[in-house]
């Protein structure tokens, strides 16, 4: 899909502005509002869909490689720098660091998190999301570009190995979670028979906007329960916020 077209997808598609709601549910949980001395870094920052609920809470500084889409985050008026993780080099250190569905398109994510681990000031904080449950990567993962699908389980012994420490870990997106389940698992078994494929298609689509809102509702539903402390069991995403362990 040409990001042009993702993005004007993004603009009213039900997961990403749910989605969107969710992320400032958990910023807003350990980040003050406006705290200029909190310097954020949100790696993948893609067309900018987040970055007006990030910088609420500091100082924004966006990272993305795509060389296309830079001509368009010029439009949010926030700095935003034309490189990858592998590749960015700076001597700027960070006091909160966002990686909101971005892990799982790097290829080497384990290299990732070590080079992540040089930018966080002591103490910082480490905001992440990622799509869950393995047996679900499908044809739209990889019309995605996704290398991979996580188990709660897996990111969590990934960021404690790296020096981090988990302050909260679970899931988003359960109340969808059976209708996206027999519908990824039916598209598996027919992408399988059909191997030969030469373009893969995603779930992101325009859908009729009755059907938006409502799939939307139930998101909205869900981001109220966990406003309120609920732990979701399980969902189509996981989150984690985690903190830089510095050894005395």
Request: one cysteine or more; charged letters at 30%; hydrophobic letters at 35%.
């Amino acid at each position: 899909m040409d990001y042009k077209d993702y993005q004007k997808i993004n603009q009213e598609y039900f997961w990403h502005k749910a989605r969107n709601i969710f992320i400032n549910i958990i910023l807003s949980k350990y980040l003050k509002n406006n705290d200029k001395k909190n310097n954020i870094l949100e790696i993948g920052c893609g067309t900018g869909y987040q970055s007006d609920v990030i910088s609420r809470y500091g100082n924004y500084t966006g990272l993305e490689k795509n060389p296309e889409t830079m001509e368009e985050l010029k439009k949010i008026n926030k700095k935003v720098i034309n490189s990858n993780i592998e590749d960015y080099e700076t001597e700027e250190k960070f006091e909160t660091i966002c990686l909101f569905d971005v892990l799982e398109h790097i290829k080497n994510d384990l290299g990732a998190i070590k080079k992540i681990n040089f930018l966080f000031k002591k103490n910082g904080l480490f905001f992440i999301t990622v799509p869950a449950k393995k047996i679900l990567f499908s044809e739209h993962d990889l019309a995605m570009d996704h290398y991979r699908r996580y188990e709660k389980e897996e990111l969590r012994d990934l960021l404690i190995e790296n020096n981090f420490v988990i302050k909260e870990i679970g899931h988003w997106n359960c109340l969808l979670f059976p209708l996206i389940f027999v519908f990824r698992i039916i598209k598996k078994i027919i992408y399988k028979k059909n191997k030969n494929k030469q373009e893969h298609e995603s779930d992101v689509q325009n859908l009729p906007k009755i059907i938006n809102k409502i799939l939307y509702s139930i998101l909205i539903f869900e981001n109220k329960l966990t406003k309120i402390g609920l732990k979701i069991p399980f969902g189509l995403s996981l989150y984690v916020v985690a903190q830089k362990k510095y050894e005395n």
